[in-house]
């Protein structure tokens, strides 16, 4: 096990060095949304509002979104601008079988005119937008970031001699201009050789050059002031994290481990554990790296939005099923420990117009690195082994269909290992609630003011806290904690997703986003259908 994490180590410590000519346009410098950034995150950002993925036709963000700036015209054509709203289609008259679009056959249909019109009187109203008026927003977002970038404005890449702001490209000095002027002629060059298939060796050049020109601008940029332009290192991560993707190769091992996992569980091949604690380990391994790169890339603990609570919810899961597996010993546990953290990875990968992964500065109420990971890391970490107990929950269910007689033992097991997780929780969500209320107090004034979040946040208490003492008082048995344990995490659904995302109300205003509702709708109301089944054939049977 320690040569195989040692060998990880290497491995990715060894990763950054493996860059080539042409590879340096990703790693200069970019202010934007409040932070510096490498150019690489800035394409893939605006990449992804703009046509809903990281790549287009098989090309990388960094020569995409240069091109918008340099020759605008010749991206007319092309159907980068994704729109799924069906209303929004409809209102447009554009078929709705299709997701991307020219900018002509939205911007220059004059019905657009008449929906910003409409979207601007809904935002006076100051009513949460619907998933309608989002969709709107979203498009109106991407004409004006598209707009921005071709005209060079959003593009900051030089610091100003005094205070924080950068200067864009629009705006840049003659002396800059000439300088930046080398950098997209070089590239111009290495894209056309790209473009072309040419060999390695004039490839090689082109990338050289233009990383060249690339080199020199960034010094002269350094000189302007070089206190703002001192974040080498944390540009050099960011690159390799997003290169690296290390969420995508964690949840890739922990379904690997779930699968030997859920083969020992079943066939009692107990010496196979060799084989499912090492891939167990890589994977949490991986998705310890990449939550430790987010932390020193923003300097702080990453669970400032919707994604960032999802993977730490994901790393919790395992480390939980992990601690109770050593006591226990049941293997089930970590068969639904594995499989809820491989899917809440996946969530977060193929989600993103939903759960956001980029990097974004903090929002002013949490700016206070103690308090932050003191209340939300506390709060969130408890959903992992609510999380946890709803896995076994589903587990248990499957077993109840199998037939309860033949298979005690195992529900005995999943039993015991949802109380545990539940018990777990609550020792978590209790003092993260008392802590967020001290944190309001020194924030907003006010220990408890029945704000949504936190008025779910306690409902959910209340709720696992109801289910551990009437299982401790034999008011429910096993079925009964089975089924809760399913039933019960809607309550955490609510409080962690529900609150941000579908009330959008109240003074948690930094967590609100938009999307997905239809599909964690349906993913409840499918849990609380399979419940009901369950009870209901179990009940025929006992008849």
């Known amino acids: 096990m320690k040569q195989v994490l040692l060998l990880l180590t290497v491995v990715l410590m060894a990763l950054p060095g493996f860059a080539k000519p042409g590879d340096a346009l990703k790693y200069m410098p970019v ?67 299709q997701r991307h679009f020219t900018g002509d056959e939205i911007f220059a249909n004059e019905k657009f005119t008449l929906l910003r019109q409409e979207l601007q009187a809904k935002r006076e109203t100051k009513e949460k937008l619907n998933p309608y008026f989002q969709a709107l927003q979203r498009l109106e977002n991407q004409y004006f970031i598209f707009q921005e970038i071709a005209a060079g404005r959003m593009f900051k890449v030089v610091p100003a001699k005094e205070g924080d702001a950068w200067i864009s490209v629009a705006d840049l000095t003659p002396e800059f201009q000439e300088k930046f002027m080398n950098v997209t002629k070089t590239f111009v060059t290495y894209i056309g050789a790209l473009a072309q298939g040419s060999d390695g060796k004039a490839l090689d050049e082109a990338g050289t050059a233009m990383d060249e020109a ?23 991560a960011e690159v390799h994290y997003n290169d690296f993707h290390p969420f995508r190769w964690a949840y890739i091992f922990y379904f690997l481990a ?32 990449g939550f430790a790169l987010r932390m020193y ?29 050593l006591i226990y010993k049941y293997r089930i546990i970590l068969v639904a420990g594995t499989l809820v953290a491989a899917f809440a990875l996946v969530i977060a990968d193929f989600a993103p117009a939903v759960l956001d992964p980029s990097l974004q500065p903090l929002e002013a109420v949490l700016r206070s690195n103690y308090w932050l990971t003191i209340h939300v890391m506390t709060i969130t970490i408890s959903y992992a082994a609510f999380f946890l107990a709803f ?46 209320g001290i944190w309001a107090d020194y924030s907003w004034g006010r220990f408890w003011g029945w704000d949504p979040k936190e008025t779910w946040a306690l409902i959910a208490l209340l709720g696992y806290l109801a289910v551990l003492h009437a299982r401790y008082a034999g008011m429910i048995r ?11 995490f809607s309550l955490v659904i609510m409080a962690w997703y529900g609150v941000n995302f579908v009330l959008g109300a109240g003074l948690h205003s930094y967590g609100f986003g938009a999307g997905g509702i239809e599909y ?7 849990h609380m259908l399979l419940v009901v089944y369950v009870a209901v054939v179990r009940r025929g049977k006992e008849a």
């Open 31 to 97: 202010q934007d949304g409040g932070r510096v950034k490498p150019y690489d995150s800035f394409a893939r950002e605006m990449l992804e509002i703009i046509y809903g993925k990281s790549k287009f036709e098989g090309r990388n963000a960094t020569e995409i979104v240069m091109t918008w700036m340099l020759a605008p015209q010749t991206w007319q054509s092309k159907k980068i601008f994704e729109v799924r709203n069906h209303q929004i289609l409809e209102a447009l008259g554009l078929p709705k079988d």
């Open 214 to 236: 690339i080199v020199k601008f960034e010094e002269a940029a350094r000189a302007e002031n070089p206190a703002a332009y001192s974040h080498d290192a944390r540009i050099k």
């Open 258 to 289: 779930f699968i030997v996992l859920a083969l020992i569980w079943t066939l009692n091949k107990e010496s196979w554990m060799k084989i499912a604690w090492p891939l167990l380990a890589i994977g949490f391994a991986l998705n310890t790296y």
């Open 297 to 325: 890339i923003m300097e702080r603990a990453p669970v400032s939005n919707m994604y960032e609570t999802v993977i730490w919810v994901a790393w919790g899961t395992v480390l939980f099923a992990t601690i109770l597996e």
């Open 391 to 436: 896995g076994l929950g589903d587990v248990g269910l499957y077993y109840y269909l199998r037939g309860e007689k033949k298979n005690q033992e195992k529900i005995r097991a999943i039993t015991t290992g949802i109380y545990r997780s539940m018990q777990i929780g609550v020792a978590f969500l209790g003092p993260g609630i008392i802590l967020g």
């Open 478 to 488: 096993n079925f009964g904690l089975v089924a809760t344990a399913v039933v019960t």
């Open 520 to 526: 964690v709708s349906a993913f409840v109301a499918a």
